[in-house]
């Protein structure tokens, strides 16, 4: 398992039985989300205002208040992420909550880790995309060209895969700017696809193998420790 990627916001999960509340809760903390756990319906809603969640896991069965009502509540003046959890098979059910408001339905048992690949999906798909970068970028001798697909180092033709391109342009086209894995995953896969973040950090590996002079010292693209990956602003300047 890898270690946390960094406090990526918090996740409110609605469910009354705390085995499954737990290990989904130790899942999410593995991926460096925190968490806040409630078992009862009746104080989904209040742990919502409080905790100001990023996303919402909501169990359709549970004591005083049940998942369609809590979705139907979030939904009044909230579009925070929900992904419901359900024992219930029926396709009845999955309209419903569908219907209702919900991002994503799990029917249990389930995967807790293709839940969290989920979540982290869904939430790739409800942020804003990262403007397109110029069709031509260059620096300190490194060239990215959009239109013919095509980087250069100091006239060198450079061969990379498709991801590595998309990457290194997002990267090059706003110099400085801290990316998180997440954002980087945007560049490469179909919206919704789940796909592991730390997958960026192989593709950054090979592209520092074949852009950098010293790739144990990147002149070009720098590690944001707990985050993710920048470009560099400056010709000079090289990763400590």
């Not at 925190?34 to 104080?43: A, L």
């Not at 790739?124 to 095509?150: M, N, Q, V, Y």
């Amino acid at each position: 398992m890898f270690p946390p990627t960094g406090n990526q916001g918090t996740v409110l999960i609605v469910e009354d039985d705390r085995n499954t509340a737990a290990l989904v809760a130790t899942y999410l903390e593995r991926e460096g989300f925190s968490t806040v756990v409630v078992h009862d319906g009746g104080r989904a809603l209040q742990a919502a205002g409080q905790c100001n969640p990023i996303f919402v896991i909501l169990d359709v069965m549970l004591p005083t208040m049940d998942g369609w009502e809590i979705c139907r509540a979030l939904r009044r003046n909230s579009d925070v992420p929900v992904l419901m959890l359900t024992a219930r098979e029926e396709e009845i059910d999955r309209v419903t909550g569908l219907a209702m408001g919900a991002d994503d339905y799990v029917v249990k048992p389930f995967s807790p880790r293709e839940l969290v690949e989920r979540v982290k999906a869904i939430l790739r798909r409800s942020r804003p995309a990262i403007p397109r970068p110029a069709a031509t970028l260059s620096f300190g001798g490194l060239e990215l060209d959009s239109e013919k697909h095509k980087v250069t180092r100091d006239g060198r033709p450079i061969m990379l895969t498709s991801s590595e391109f998309k990457i290194l342009r997002a990267l090059m086209g706003s110099p400085g700017k801290a990316f998180s894995r997440e954002e980087l995953l945007d560049q490469c896969y179909r919206q919704g696809e789940a796909v592991i973040d730390r997958v960026i950090d192989v593709h950054i590996g090979k592209l520092r193998q074949k852009i950098e002079d010293d790739p144990s010292q990147p002149r070009f693209i720098q590690t944001v420790r707990g985050h993710g990956y920048r470009f560099s602003e400056e010709e000079g300047e090289r990763e400590a």
